[in-house]
């Protein structure tokens, strides 16, 4: 198996080309759904142009032609024993296919090839996932930590199941700031399994970890936390005069904000100007905001199960 070392600012970078990667990934599902097989071509070609990318961190400047990167590919991994061949090989195909047809328009790709090269497409995706690594939950908590130490007393975890968000077990964890370099979040949700196993709970394996927005045991202090159902520049525009990260998660976006709000009663009425803000409303999850106005703090997910398999990834920071 393929295992990349990355320094903090190349996994940054890696992780915003596997989010663009997964986005293009899902059009691509969707164009072919559609029988529209042009063009899902091209964004099939995009999502191994960025996949391709993140695994040549490396090797390539930021924006690299699609010949230079292509080259790259066949130079480093053409001929590497934990690399698949069929890879390198989609790679070359999809940006032929994607020459070939964006520019003819009297003809279309065959559908069962598109069809064929799009399972291949997955697979490459989920080996980027296995090999390069992203940055992790404790770093992006880290660097608002760093913006916020005295503020931040607390970060706190809730361990319960997605397809439930109320009126079930649900599990919460309280952690000093210093615990951030001592266990990670799957090891917290490996064990929480483990106890709500013991605990004769059903389904168990389908709980996952989310973050929680309050940062003290004992007083209202919290970062704004969004689920945002889709994204375009006036959204990220809105977002950045906050500042925080965004993160890839499914088909949707987590915002994570870096600014601290002190006081419960703060933090709600952000939260309601969020979710009544016409730039903003149409975009956001609007139960996500009620069920944490109701829960007294909101949750995003970090971890996976089998019914949210998509590990969210940092995107970008606003």
Not at 8 to 36: C, I
Not at 79 to 87: A, L, T, V
Not at 135 to 154: M, Q, V
Not at 170 to 189: E, M
Request: contains cysteine.
């Amino acid at each position: 198996m393929l295992k990349l070392d990355y320094s903090y600012k190349q996994k940054k970078r890696a992780s915003t080309l596997l989010s663009l990667s997964l986005s293009e990934l899902e059009a691509s599902e969707a164009l072919v759904d559609r029988d529209l097989h042009r063009e899902a071509l091209v964004h099939m070609y995009f999502c191994c142009f960025y996949v391709t990318q993140a695994l040549l961190v490396k090797q390539v400047a930021t924006n690299p032609s699609h010949k230079n990167l292509e080259v790259q590919l066949h130079k480093v991994y053409g001929k590497h024993k934990s690399f698949p061949r069929r890879y390198v090989d989609l790679h070359t195909l999809l940006h032929n296919l994607r020459n070939q047809f964006n520019y003819n328009v009297t003809h279309s790709p065959q559908p069962s090839l598109i069809k064929t090269k799009l399972r291949v497409l997955q697979a490459y995706v989920a080996f980027a996932f296995s090999s390069v690594p992203t940055l992790e939950t404790a770093e992006i908590l880290a660097s608002i930590l760093a913006e916020n130490p005295i503020e931040i007393k607390d970060f706190s975890y809730d361990i319960y199941c997605p397809k439930t968000y109320s009126h079930h077990t649900r599990l919460t964890l309280w952690q000093p700031p210093f615990y951030l370099k001592i266990f990670n979040v799957n090891q917290l949700q490996t064990q929480a399994r483990r106890m709500l196993q013991n605990l004769k709970v059903k389904r168990s394996n389908d709980y996952v970890v989310g973050v929680n927005s309050k940062l003290d045991q004992y007083s209202g202090v919290h970062l704004i936390m969004l689920d945002i159902d889709s994204l375009d520049s006036s959204v990220e525009s809105h977002l950045s005069k906050i500042g925080g990260v965004l993160l890839k998660s499914g088909r949707g976006y987590h915002f994570i904000g870096n600014k601290v709000i002190r006081g419960q009663s703060q933090w709600e009425k952000a939260m309601r100007q969020m979710k009544r803000d016409k730039a903003l409303k149409t975009y956001l999850d609007q139960d996500h905001i009620d069920i944490s106005l109701r829960r007294g703090y909101a949750t995003l997910r970090v971890t996976t199960s089998k019914v949210k398999p998509q590990a969210p990834v940092f995107f970008k920071e606003l």
